[in-house]
């Protein structure tokens, strides 16, 4: 047992650290010791529990429960709201789409209205439910959604319309009354993806309306395992009646097991995340939470403003809650900044280049990292200099063009392992398979190029890649 133990430890040290506050993206940190602990036994405690059968298992059924009554009170539900508990956001965001198209069966081809910078989730659940998506172009000085472009966007055949509480991308929130309010004059449903705002806005002094309380708004997504700063493996559903949730559930009985009835895409779901977010919320409380997001936000508004005043550096968006993201301008690249800073010891998100918007650096801000503030600004300030010392990464005009005129369902795997090599992501040598290089930029630049159909194909084929079992017996 000692030797797994040890190498569990192993295996993890060579991951990014999930607490201390430089890893600004993924993982949030709360920064309290007391709070984590709880999680941590919380999901020791219920990790063997099943919400498949809430009659079964009455504890999970209770921590659902109570987490959904939480979450309704924060976001301004109306008596009647409901919700469920789901493995995350993109399980939330697809419950959502799927519940929308099966409550309007007798629309053929079903579509999405979504401003351009919706979370990814909704292609996915777009791609899942055969529900077509109509994207909408923001406003290209605020990042906001334009609702009168949105409602233009709407039609016979469109069961939802969404709106960010911020987006991800930017960390701005969009006109949800003027959204909410041209889906409700159509009848159509309005999702507030409210996944990384929704355990924050409520807990500020200038929260706008973007949840429930704005009239027309049919569901909100809010995740526990981003603000609520529970275990992974938390998020909340709600929906503003029971009516609106019961094309969500699924139940089957024409076969000869037991009558399967589930709420969510999991069928066994493991109590432990819904125990752990349980705990952890009660442990920190509102007033806990009140002060988390004060620390956090306050410190993400400072950082924005400080790294706009860098010089060579510009914040995209001031940020409306805890996340921005900055460009750079032509005397470094975002790719070779996120080297700089990862050489530090602080890890950030490159986000490619978009319909013409150039690629830009993201940073999720938690409590913890407004602990480390000033050392955060002083790696932040050091990596522009190295990224300007280095200069931006060069892609071959030529190799730009060809990636440009690829089509990727013209190529085969043997195209698909020379991409790979050329972009730098092959093992190399005489090891098959893939590898990530120490330094992303060359890589990051050479995708930044290429269109994002591209993108997607060499990245599922690196995946398919690098998630292959170990070759040889042992
Ligand atoms: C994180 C996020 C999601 C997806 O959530 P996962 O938990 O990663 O599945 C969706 N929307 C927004 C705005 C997010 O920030």
Redesign the pocket.
């Known amino acids: 047992m000692n030797d797994v133990l040890a190498r569990l430890r192993a295996l993890q040290a060579g991951d990014l650290p999930t607490h201390g506050g430089s890893t600004l993206a993924y993982v949030y940190d709360s920064g309290l010791a007391e709070a984590d602990e709880i999680g941590r036994q919380a999901l020791a405690m219920f990790g063997a529990t099943n919400g498949l059968d809430p009659t079964v298992f009455p504890s999970v059924r209770e921590f659902e429960n109570d987490l959904v009554t939480h979450a309704a009170r924060l976001l301004h539900g109306p008596p009647g709201t409901v919700g469920t508990v789901t493995s ?4 939330s ?1 697809l419950l959502a789409v799927q519940a929308a198209r099966d409550s309007r069966p007798e629309v053929d081809r079903p579509s999405l209205v979504l401003p351009s910078t919706a ?1 990814a ?1 909704f292609h996915k659940a777009a791609h899942y439910f055969g529900v077509q998506v109509v994207v909408v172009d923001v406003d290209p000085a605020t990042f906001r959604a334009d609702p009168e472009a949105m409602a233009a966007a709407c039609d016979d055949t469109t069961v939802l319309v969404v709106a ?1 509480a911020p ?2 991308a930017h960390g701005v929130i969009d006109p949800v009354p003027a959204i909410a309010e041209a889906a409700a004059a159509r009848d159509i449903r309005c999702h507030v ?1 409210a ?2 705002g929704g355990w924050i806005l409520p807990y500020l002094d200038d929260c706008p309306d973007f949840d429930f309380v704005v009239p027309g708004v049919t569901s909100v997504s809010v ?1 526990l ?2 603000y609520a700063y529970t275990p992974k493996g938390a ?1 909340i559903l709600l929906h503003r009646t029971a009516a609106l949730r019961r094309s969500q559930f699924f139940a089957h009985a024409d076969w000869p097991g037991y009558t399967m009835l589930n709420a969510t895409t999991q069928s066994t779901k493991s109590g432990a995340p819904v125990a752990a977010a349980w705990a952890v919320v009660r442990h920190i409380g509102d007033e806990g939470y009140r002060r988390l997001a004060a620390t956090a936000v306050t410190a993400t508004r400072r950082l924005a403003a400080t790294a706009d005043g860098i010089d060579g550096l510009t914040v995209v968006a001031e940020p409306a809650t805890t996340l921005f993201a900055v460009r750079t301008d032509e005397r470094a690249d975002v790719f070779t900044l996120a080297d700089e800073l990862a050489a530090r010891g602080w890890f950030v998100q490159p986000q490619l280049a978009f319909r013409g918007q150039p690629p830009s650096l993201h940073f999720t801000i938690s409590a913890a990292t407004a602990a480390r503030y000033d050392d955060l600004v002083a790696a932040l300030t050091a990596s522009v200099v190295a990224a300007q010392q280095a200069g931006p990464v060069q892609v071959a005009p030529e190799l730009a063009q060809a990636a440009q005129g690829l089509d990727p369902d013209t190529l085969d795997d043997a195209a698909f392992d020379g991409l790979l090599e050329l972009a730098g992501l092959s093992a190399g040598g005489n090891e098959s398979g893939v590898r990530l290089p120490a330094r992303m930029a060359p890589v990051n630049a050479l995708l930044n190029v290429a269109p994002p159909r591209l993108r997607e194909a060499l990245l599922i084929a690196f995946l398919d890649r690098l998630m292959r079992p170990a070759p040889g017996p042992g």
Do not use: N, W
């Open positions: 995350g956001g993109t399980e965001i979370h989730a960010s987006s991800y993806d996944c990384i995740d395992h981003k998020s």
